[in-house]
């Protein structure tokens, strides 16, 4: 088992920043891929970020490209996701979740994570 708790959300206006952090505990965090996903309302679940398990490859959907770093941290056991330039659009619950799946940084798919936090709201005013 690999518990995630992710920190860091919040308020902010447009072309603010935020940092979110997700700190992992349970098992070897070096072990695991990690990805950080998004939810807005009545919308499904959709892949952001994905790092491979000691940082060597990013993934970036394209709406966040060139805005959104994920890094991580393997001896403090914790995956960052920088988030510059942030827009209404941008605005969702974010979870950042773990994989020892190969497919989980090919198909970026939140049923190839078995592991989830809780989320955190990230806010995006106009």
């Known amino acids: 088992q690999v518990q995630l708790v992710e920190s860091g959300g919040g308020l902010v206006q447009a072309g603010d920043s935020l940092r979110l952090s997700c700190a992992a505990s349970?098992?070897?965090?070096?072990?695991?891929?990690m990805g950080w996903f998004r939810q807005a309302p009545g919308k499904e679940r959709e892949f952001v970020a994905g790092?491979?398990?000691?940082?060597?490859?990013?993934f970036y959907t394209d709406s966040v490209k060139g805005r959104f770093t994920i890094s991580r941290d393997n001896a403090k056991n914790t995956v960052f996701l920088q988030m510059n330039g942030l827009k209404p659009e941008d605005t969702a619950v974010y979870y950042c979740?773990?994989?020892?799946?190969?497919?989980?940084?090919?198909?970026?798919?939140?049923?190839?994570?078995?592991?989830w936090g809780q989320g955190t709201q990230v806010t995006v005013s106009s």
């Open positions: 349970g098992r070897t965090f070096s072990n695991y891929h």
């Open positions: 979740a773990a994989s020892q799946l190969y497919t989980a940084i090919t198909r970026f798919a939140p049923n190839d994570y078995p592991y």
């Open positions: 790092i491979n398990w000691n940082g060597g490859s990013t």
